[in-house]
C-alpha cells in the first residue's frame, strides 16, 4: 500500500482541522441561538400571566379552571389563548353556546409542589363548572418520586369528580421517559383511588414520534407551539366532549378535532 505524501498528508490535515472548526462554529451558533429562543419566550412570561388574569374577571355563565404550569399559560404559542387551555375554551363555548370564564391559576415553571402552595389555596375559593390538570413535567429534572406521590394527592384531594387530570407528555428522550413512566404510574393509580378521569396526553404526544420535536415543539425546544398546543387539545378533547354534552350541552357534543 502506498503511503499518502507528504503534501497530502498536510491537505488531509487541514481538511479535517476545517471540518472541525466548522462543527464547532455550528454548535456555537446552535446553542446561542436557542439560548436567545429561551430569552425571548421568558419575556412573554409576564405577557401571557398577565393576560390571563385580565380574562378572569370576564364574566361567564360557565367556569372553567385550568391547575398547570408554563403549557396551560401557553408559553411557545403564537398567544395566550392558543394553549390547550385557550383551545379547550373555545370549543365549550362552540358546544354550549354559552359564555365561559376561564381562571387559569397555572404558572410557569411550576412543579407538583409548588401547584399545591401556590394554585390549591386559590382553587378552594372556586366552584368550577369543569377543571383541567396538567401538572409535573416540571418535576422530572429533579426527579423524587415520593414527593411527586404526595404533591398529587394533595392536588387530586380537592378535585371535584368531574376533573379531567392529564398524565405527563411524552419526553422522547429514554433516560425521561423512564422518569415519566413511573410518574404517569402514579398519576393513574391516585386518579383511580378519587375516581377520576386520566387524559392520554403520554399517548397523544408520543404518537406525533419523534420528529413532533420539529413541528410541534416552539424554538426553544422545550415548549409546544401552536400545533403542540392543538395536540394537547386533541387529549383532552373527547373527555371534555361527553363531560360537556352530559352535563351543559344545547347544540351537541364537541367535535373532537381540534384543528
Same mark, same amino acid.
Given at each position: 500500500?502506498?503511503? @499518502? ?40 412570561? @409576564? ?32 398567544? @395566550? ?7 379547550? #375554551? ?69 378535585? @371535584? ?27 393513574? =393509580?391516585? #386518579? ?14 408520543? =404518537? ?21 398546543? =392543538? ?15 352530559? =352535563? ?12
Amino acid at each position: 500500500m502506498t503511503l @499518502p505524501t507528504p503534501r497530502i498528508r498536510s491537505a488531509i490535515a487541514t481538511g479535517a482541522a476545517l471540518v472541525a472548526a466548522c462543527i464547532a462554529l455550528g454548535t456555537t451558533w446552535y446553542r446561542r441561538d436557542l439560548e436567545e429562543q429561551k430569552a425571548i419566550l421568558n419575556e412573554t412570561l @409576564p405577557v401571557h400571566s398577565a393576560w390571563w388574569r385580565a380574562h378572569a374577571k370576564q364574566p361567564g355563565e360557565l367556569l372553567y379552571v385550568a391547575i398547570g404550569d408554563s403549557a396551560a399559560q401557553g408559553i411557545g404559542a403564537s398567544s @395566550p389563548n392558543k394553549s390547550y387551555v385557550g383551545v379547550l #375554551a373555545d370549543h365549550v363555548r362552540l358546544a354550549t353556546g354559552q359564555t365561559v370564564r376561564v381562571v387559569n391559576l397555572s404558572v410557569s415553571g411550576a412543579t407538583v409542589a409548588l401547584a399545591v402552595r401556590d394554585q390549591l389555596p386559590r382553587f378552594d375559593k372556586l366552584e368550577p363548572d369543569l377543571v383541567t390538570v396538567a401538572i409535573g413535567a416540571n418535576d422530572i429534572a429533579s426527579w423524587n418520586p415520593t414527593a411527586f406521590e404526595a404533591g398529587i394527592r394533595s392536588v387530586f384531594a380537592v378535585l @371535584p369528580p368531574h376533573a379531567l387530570v392529564a398524565d405527563l407528555p411524552c419526553f422522547h428522550l429514554p433516560h425521561n421517559e423512564v422518569k415519566v413512566a413511573v410518574a404517569n404510574e402514579i398519576i393513574r =393509580r391516585v #386518579a383511580a383511588e378519587h375516581d377520576l378521569t386520566v387524559v392520554p396526553l403520554h399517548t397523544t404526544t408520543k =404518537r406525533a414520534g419523534i420528529r413532533s420535536i420539529l413541528t410541534h415543539v416552539a424554538k426553544d425546544l422545550f415548549h409546544p407551539n401552536d400545533r403542540g398546543y =392543538r395536540s394537547w387539545a386533541e387529549a383532552f378533547l373527547p373527555a371534555m366532549s361527553a363531560e360537556v354534552a352530559h =352535563r351543559f350541552s344545547a347544540v351537541g357534543q364537541i367535535s373532537t378535532d381540534a384543528d
